[in-house]
């Protein structure tokens, strides 16, 4: 999949996401209550400025009508005490909106937290298959996107929707019993043309803003990729090439970015051409009843404050809307995510694998990465517990995947595989990767220190354990030569260490790791044959305790092999003791005369 591209998603569902949100949210009920009580206090404040408003003007009208029976002092003394409350109000109001925020900030933020933990978790559990599939930017996008959509959804939903009904029911309620009808009907005509509208024109101009986000994250995914490779681009000078897709995809950005705010300015034009109608039939309205005499001089100046005070959260729900569908969107993402079922999975009844006998057994196993294409082709094989059984073989033939279906990285389409006699399907992943351990072909690393990546294999490892393992995989003398020693960083995914020195970190994990069975996946490729001789030691010293499967490309550090397989295109057409495998003079004897003849030429050269 390049980049993110959003799927329409429809009410029902965001409704069950909603549902799904307020689990999380539900866990501090007790503040949320609390937060809402504020709310809703915060709101009759709201509310209750006009009318006091109101009262002030009448108060104050009414003293200039009377000074002549000279109660003037006296209505300065109510009036001023109409203004003080009326300024106790605004501050009462502004406390209970920032307590609010500040009792619900804590209802937030743990929400994100435990859901953005839910997202890697689950993440970890998803298959290697899907990883494959999947872009490093568009995977660091789910998490961040997992918080930012939920804060959003809180933010707009709790502090901006919700209140904005409230007061609106308050207001219609205001005038349907203060002023009659006719105002009630043009507020509520106003506010539901004014929403009708907002709601058509944002969802249209919603896919402007979708081809905005398509294109970023098109750009983006190609601009990491081309980073990441930054080696290879490089080598096949292609930064013209990077760079020329990056520039058309940012352009396709701008041009949808303009169609965009070209259509946000008409929307807020309209908004603004809406509220500008209703408001002054309402205020004709009340000047026509202010000079008929029916209402006072202070209803007229509490209608238009109420007015105002309405449209103010009004205007921005376009804003408001246009940011909660966004938010929703992310979060069906979010949420179609943690439904999503890793491939592999624990069966229910799972058993922890107990090692006793570290047998390893392949039993007819055929397997393919897609249907088509099958890799093996029915291929069994035992090693017994502290034997070591090589597989060697043409590029491509299946060797590494033999050793991603005991990791249980991808279950076998027929046959079996079996760690001393249980299924690896029967068992739980954690305690079938707890007794396995692997060189692998390539050897990634933390973007941390050599201790750290040494360590990784054994979490409570001391010291002396991780100078021990990296002696033994003949490391230490790499290791004192650093200036930093073990805490050398080894840069982005290990790029700052040769071939041969990751592989001997590699091997120097396995034998931290200590487990009773280990792959070799070309464990020694990458090495010279000087420092090959002395890990073969190493090696040999850590599998002579435990079964070993070795894939091997250089046939020479696999003739004490207790079996040797010869793979080729999924199928096992040789297999026996080095010796027996020489007299057949098969394909391992024609392999292992032009290995030898080879060396021999080196030696020549030398
Ligand atoms: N995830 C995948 N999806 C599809 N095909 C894959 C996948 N991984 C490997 N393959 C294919 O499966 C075949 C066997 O791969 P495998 O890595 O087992 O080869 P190998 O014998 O280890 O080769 P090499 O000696 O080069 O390491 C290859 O042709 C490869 O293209
Ligand atoms: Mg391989």
């Not at 043309?193 to 969802?203: C, E, N, P, R, W």
């Not at 058309?248 to 950005?253: I, P």
């Not at 069975?517 to 090959?532: C, G, H, K, P, R």
């Not at 894939?551 to 096992?572: F, K, M, N, P, Y």
Request: hydrophobic share 45%.
């Amino acid at each position: 999949m390049r980049g993110r591209v959003e799927a329409p998603h429809s009410n029902r569902r965001d409704l069950r996401n909603l549902r799904k949100l307020s689990t999380y949210l539900w866990e501090y009920r007790g503040r949320v209550i609390l937060a809402l009580a504020c709310l809703v206090i915060a709101k009759l404040m709201v509310v209750a400025v006009p009318l006091l408003l109101k009262e002030i003007v009448n108060t104050l009208d009414a003293g200039t009508a009377d000074t002549a029976t000279n109660t003037g002092s006296s209505v300065l003394l109510v009036s001023l005490g109409l203004v003080a409350a009326y300024g106790l109000l605004r501050l009462g109001n502004s406390f209970f909106k920032e307590l609010r925020d500040a009792l619900f900030a804590k209802v937030r933020y743990r929400a994100m937290h435990r859901l953005s933990t839910s997202v890697l978790t689950h993440l970890h559990s998803l298959s290697l298959s899907y990883h494959l599939e999947r872009r490093t930017g568009s995977v660091s996008k789910d998490l961040s996107r997992s918080t930012s959509s939920l804060s959003s959804i809180v933010n707009l939903l709790v502090f901006n929707i919700v209140p904005t009904i409230a007061e609106f029911l308050l207001v219609a309620a205001i005038l349907l019993g203060g002023y009659g009808w006719h105002y009630t009907l043009v507020v509520v005509l106003t506010v539901v043309v004014y929403i009708l509208f907002t709601l058509k024109f944002s969802g249209w101009r919603m896919q402007f803003r979708h081809e905005m986000n398509r294109f970023d994250s098109l750009a983006n995914g190609q601009a990491v990729d081309s980073l990441l490779n930054y080696e290879t681009v490089k080598y096949f000078n292609n930064e013209r090439l990077e760079q020329s897709a990056y520039n058309q995809h940012l352009s396709d950005w701008a041009d949808a970015g303009v169609k965009s705010q070209v259509t946000m300015s008409m929307l807020n034009f309209g908004q603004a051409a809406l509220v500008a109608v209703g408001v002054t039939i309402i205020m004709m309205l009340a000047a026509n009843d202010v000079a008929n005499g029916t209402i006072t001089l202070g209803d007229i100046v509490l209608i238009n404050a109420l007015m105002l005070q309405l449209f103010v959260p009004l205007n921005l729900l376009g804003v408001v809307y246009r940011g909660l569908q966004y938010a929703l969107a992310d979060m069906d993402l979010v949420i179609k995510l943690l439904e999503l079922n890793p491939e592999i999975q624990d069966k229910p009844d799972a058993v922890d694998l107990d090692v006793k006998n570290a047998r390893v057994e392949f039993d007819n196993v055929r397997f393919a990465y897609l249907s088509e294409r099958p890799i093996l082709k029915g291929v069994s094989f035992t090693v017994e517990p502290g034997k070591k059984v090589a597989v060697v073989g043409p590029s491509g033939s299946g060797k590494s995947t033999l050793s991603r279906l005991l990791f249980r990285f991808y279950d076998v389409d027929e046959g079996s595989i079996r760690v001393d006699g249980v299924d690896v399907r029967d068992c739980t992943q954690s305690s079938l990767r707890q007794v396995l351990g692997v060189v692998p072909q390539d050897t990634v690393m933390f973007n941390d220190t050599i201790r750290y990546n040494l360590a990784y294999a054994k979490s409570d490892a001391t010291d002396e354990e991780v100078h021990a393992a990296a002696k033994a995989a003949n490391l230490d003398k790499f290791i004192e030569s650093l200036p930093q020693g073990y805490d050398t960083m080894v840069g982005e995914r290990g790029l700052k260490l040769s071939g041969g020195e990751k592989q001997r970190m590699a091997i120097a994990r396995v034998i931290l790791k200590n487990p009773a069975i280990i792959v070799f996946d070309e464990a020694t490729s990458s090495l010279d044959t000087q420092s090959e001789q002395t890990i073969l030691e190493g090696l040999n010293a850590a599998a002579k305790i435990a079964t070993s499967l070795v894939i091997a490309h250089r046939l020479s550090t696999i003739t004490d092999a207790d079996e040797i397989l010869v793979l080729d295109a999924g199928e096992v057409v040789e297999r026996g003791t080095h010796d027996e495998l020489l007299q057949k003079l098969g394909l391992y004897a024609s392999l292992w005369a032009l290995q030898q003849r080879a060396n021999k030429d080196k030696e020549v050269d030398e």
